[in-house]
């Protein structure tokens, strides 16, 4: 594992545009910021063999999109994990109480689950390719990659309640304030959806696939651009580019940290949220994907999907600890505590 800590001259920076000329035009022609040429210290496999004691930390689910099931951790116990076969492939989970929600898209459908039995409790049918998963108040809203729309699901019953036309492809969404927040991926836009239906767009750079809300702002990842494109939640004024490159296809805040898997790099880049100067890199297995944060916060998870593992890193010093098995092809985890 390897683990980097940049100087302030190799941070990455935000660029700063007028927000009313953002486009993709111009989102294409932001050149690459100071950050590569990075030195990277590094860690011998060896000094990572073992993870932490992990026995407080609850709850580990790796949901495999390969063998098309979940392992699951009971961490406080020294056995074997358990295996939860899916009717199909695992993409994204949103928990709602003690229920995990994920969703099946080339099943067509979402699954609830009961991650302490473990076991399954309920499968719907959603035709159209459910994708990404948001859950508030409101219900839970998945979004339909083939149907161009997001549905709102009522959480006690599971029955469609709301449906919304979106853009070519809504691939992930987020939910803050009664707002739900959709990256219609294959037209490089952002989709804000208000109460009532009433919809604010935003251009991106091409193809937006992660988005995390950190405070008042709201962060995009931009898979092909390699790059962020920053909002603030307030109108979606836009704010800048980071350039990070290497494909980032996961985000996740924890405290003033912005977590980036950069699935093509194979690194994950820890950035402070202040002014995205970059905290430090960890060295990977090929293409890392889903990110979950332990219930103290002391840990987090990253599953590389090549090497079926997800390795735990440390959250106070940013250093890779060592790997837990999942199954074959991990994509998505989450990180529950203990009931």
């Known amino acids: 594992m390897g683990r980097g800590k940049p100087s302030p001259a190799h941070a990455y920076t935000m660029i700063r545009f007028n927000p009313g000329r953002l486009n993709k035009i111009a989102t294409f022609a932001v050149l690459p910021l100071i950050g590569f040429g990075l030195i990277i210290a590094t860690r011998s496999q060896d000094d990572a063999a073992n993870p932490p004691d992990l026995r407080q930390e609850g709850i580990l689910v790796i949901a495999n999109l390969a063998s098309e099931d979940l392992t699951i951790y009971d961490l406080s116990e020294s056995k074997s994990p358990a295996t939860l076969n899916l009717p199909g492939p695992p993409h994204e989970i949103a928990r709602l109480g003690n ?6 898209d080339r099943a067509d459908g979402l699954v609830e689950v009961d991650p302490f039995a473990p076991g399954i409790l309920r499968v719907v049918h959603l035709p159209g390719r459910p994708h990404g998963i948001a859950i508030d108040h409101r219900g839970i809203h998945v979004t339909l990659d083939d149907a161009n729309e997001v549905v709102t699901l009522n ?13 070519d492809t809504p691939h992930i969404a987020a939910a803050h304030d009664d707002v739900l927040y959709i ?12 109460p009532g239906g009433e919809t604010t767009l935003r251009e991106t750079g091409a193809l937006p696939e992660s988005l995390a809300i950190a405070g008042d702002r709201l962060i995009v990842g931009e898979a092909e651009s390699g790059a962020l494109a920053v909002f603030q939640l307030d109108g979606l004024e836009f704010e ?53 944060i332990s219930p103290s916060g002391r840990y987090a998870g990253v599953a590389t999907n090549d090497d079926g593992l997800l390795t735990v890193i440390d959250t106070e010093d940013w250093e890779a600890l060592g790997t837990i098995a ?12 203990r009931n």
């Open 99 to 104: 229920r995990l929600y994920i969703t099946l």
């Open 183 to 194: 990256t219609d991926t294959r037209d490089d836009r952002l989709r804000a959806i208000h």
């Open 240 to 292: 800048g580019i980071v350039k990070v490159g290497g494909w980032p296809a996961r985000l996740e805040v924890h405290g003033d940290h912005l977590i980036v898997a950069r699935s093509r790099a194979a690194t994950l880049d820890i950035l402070h949220l202040s002014d995205f100067s970059l905290v430090s890199r960890i060295d990977l297995g090929l293409f890392p994907d889903g990110i979950c």
């Open 155 to 167: 959480p006690v019953s599971l029955e469609v309640i709301d449906r919304q036309p979106t853009g």
């Open 326 to 337: 999942g199954g074959t092809g991990p994509g998505a985890c989450a990180w529950l505590a």
